[in-house]
């Protein structure tokens, strides 16, 4: 998969984060992250998404906000500074309208079967379902839903995802033997650093940590 964008650690301001779900009326949502309301879990969410400025990019892995409107989740788009990469999640009904909105404004295509990417809304670029950023010479494949083998895994690629929210073990920051893949949703960031974002910085600091685990005959040996 060709990257979408090239950055350097040096210079570029870059952040990771999935799974917000902003204004889910769902107890166990925002309880186990620390909150007692919907709206106190919401309201913490945007207020750190707020703070990331102009030059900084948040590479966001999907499941942005539920039990909303298409008009609620652009305000806050409308609202956010930052740019932002943005891949699908699995939960997605707000967003994918604005998405089809966006598609037969700038491409005149109203079939919602035929999916066009990039599609831009303001600061934000949604890429689709999967994507791949390079940041200085290391490739990061983003999904979602993690993924068994993915691009250039035998190279030592990394593996970003989401969805699980902390359930699956073999994701998270501790684990170091099941391969360079790595859940940095909030429910793992908020553990990590009381934020809901990882920095590049983190990641890497993660991903260093982690083996290289051979899963088919494209895979190197293990490092």
Known sequence: MKVFKKFNSKTDKLFFSSDFHAEHQKSFIFSPRGFNSYQEHTDFLLKELYKLDYDTTLVYLGDFALNTTPERVKSILDTVKCNIIYILGNHESAPN????????????????????????????????????IQVDNQYIYLQHMAQYIWPYQGDLSWHLCGHSHQSCKILNTQEVNSGKIFDCGVDNAL???????FSYSDIKQIMDRKFLQKRDHHSAPAK
């Open 97 to 132: 309208k604005i998405i089809q909105e966006q598609k037969e404004l700038q491409f005149g295509i109203s079939d919602k079967f035929i999916d066009v990417w990039p599609i831009r809304y303001k600061t934000t670029t949604f890429l689709g379902y999967c994507g791949a």
């Open 191 to 197: 553990k990590y650093n009381k934020t809901p974002f």
